[in-house]
């Protein structure tokens, strides 16, 4: 059985022209000089097509870095309006949304740990009836593909049709290599059920580490997902989150110069 998603070509609402498509930017926005020194280098590559930051961040325990807040969108906007580059935000709530929405973030993204939630997923989805903006579903941190088509119906239910999926990987208790486990035959299983929905991939939450990058953005477009959302930094060692996934912008635009993207079969 097919899924029933009305959705709009991805090269309708994001220039597609970048060869793969990158989405890329710090994990968290830190400061506003981190952020915009970032979002400069990473435009200078020629090899982005969207900055994404953290404004929000849903950390696992209290205590830590929880994000700088709404402040960020400030940034972002700055930023866009320096480099051109679109920008893309994490929303968890209405509240999220409404600010984001403000500050005109162009791309919305729900994080694993919302898509699990189906009454968070419902309450995003409410809070953009009537709005005509892109979002990006990652997949729920459980290997669970309901989740994952749940929260992207519940999406395309409120009326947005510029739809993606964000493969980000999925938790598991056993010890591995990655920090979370590929697992790239439910991102497959997605693409046949809805052929025209473009699946990203997130390679840094995938990994947890710098070095496995470039074998999982490969791998990635290799089974022709879309684009590749990677998380850089100005400088990753002092990043106030994920300091080991992170890139700098320099060593980005060699790992995209590196990439193939296979030849649409014609
Ligand atoms: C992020 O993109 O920084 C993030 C928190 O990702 P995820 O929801 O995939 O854990
Ligand atoms: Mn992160």
Same mark, same amino acid.
């Given at each position: 059985?097919?899924?029933?998603?009305?959705?709009?070509?991805?090269?309708?609402?994001?220039?597609?022209?970048?060869?793969?498509?990158?989405?890329?930017?710090?994990?968290?926005?830190?400061?506003?000089?981190?952020?915009?020194?970032?979002?400069?280098?990473?435009?200078?590559?020629?090899?982005?097509?969207?900055?994404?930051?953290?404004?929000?961040?849903?950390?696992?325990?209290?205590?830590?870095?929880?994000?700088?807040?709404?402040?960020?969108?400030?940034?972002?906007?700055?930023?866009?309006?320096?480099?051109?580059?679109?920008?893309?935000?994490?929303?968890?709530?209405?509240?999220?949304?409404?600010?984001?929405?403000?500050?005109?973030?162009?791309? !919305? @993204? &729900? +994080? /694993?740990?919302?898509?699990? =939630?189906?009454?968070?997923?419902?309450?995003?989805?409410?809070?953009? $009836? #009537?709005?005509?903006?892109?979002?990006?579903?990652?997949?729920?941190?459980?290997?669970?593909?309901? !989740? @994952? &088509? +749940? /929260?992207?119906?519940?999406? =395309?239910?409120?009326?947005?049709?510029?739809?993606?999926?964000?493969? $980000? #990987?999925?938790?598991?208790?056993?010890?591995?290599?990655?920090?979370?486990?590929?697992?790239?035959? !439910?991102? &497959?299983?997605?693409?046949?059920?809805?052929?025209?929905?473009?699946?990203?991939?997130?390679?840094?939450?995938?990994? #947890?580490?710098?070095?496995?990058?470039?074998?999982?953005?490969?791998?990635?477009?290799?089974?022709?997902?879309?684009?590749?959302?990677?998380?850089?930094?100005?400088?990753?060692?002092?990043?106030?989150?994920?300091?080991?996934?992170?890139?700098?912008?320099?060593?980005?635009?060699?790992?995209?110069?590196?990439?193939?993207?296979?030849?649409?079969?014609?």
């Amino acid at each position: 059985m097919k899924l029933q998603l009305n959705i709009q070509p991805l090269n309708t609402w994001l220039d597609t022209k970048n060869e793969p498509l990158i989405i890329s930017g710090p994990c968290s926005a830190e400061t506003e000089e981190q952020l915009l020194t970032t979002a400069h280098l990473l435009a200078a590559t020629g090899k982005v097509s969207v900055l994404r930051a953290g404004i929000w961040k849903p950390r696992t325990r209290p205590g830590e870095f929880e994000g700088i807040g709404s402040i960020g969108l400030e940034w972002l906007k700055r930023a866009k309006l320096e480099t051109g580059l679109p920008t893309a935000v994490e929303v968890a709530n209405a509240k999220h949304v409404e600010e984001a929405l403000a500050a005109g973030v162009d791309i !919305l @993204w &729900i +994080g /694993a740990r919302s898509t699990v =939630n189906p009454f968070c997923v419902q309450e995003i989805a409410d809070a953009l $009836r #009537g709005v005509d903006v892109p979002v990006l579903v990652k997949n729920p941190v459980n290997p669970d593909l309901q !989740l @994952w &088509i +749940g /929260a992207l119906e519940r999406l =395309n239910g409120a009326g947005i049709t510029k739809l993606g999926a964000i493969h $980000r #990987g999925f938790s598991s208790f056993e010890k591995s290599s990655f920090r979370n486990e590929p697992m790239w035959e !439910l991102a &497959i299983q997605l693409k046949t059920l809805c052929p025209d929905l473009p699946i990203i991939n997130d390679p840094s939450h995938i990994c #947890g580490n710098r070095e496995l990058i470039p074998y999982i953005s490969q791998k990635a477009l290799d089974l022709d997902m879309q684009g590749l959302m990677i998380e850089s930094h100005v400088d990753p060692s002092v990043a106030w989150t994920d300091a080991k996934q992170q890139v700098t912008p320099a060593a980005l635009a060699e790992l995209a110069e590196r990439l193939t993207v296979r030849e649409p079969e014609s």
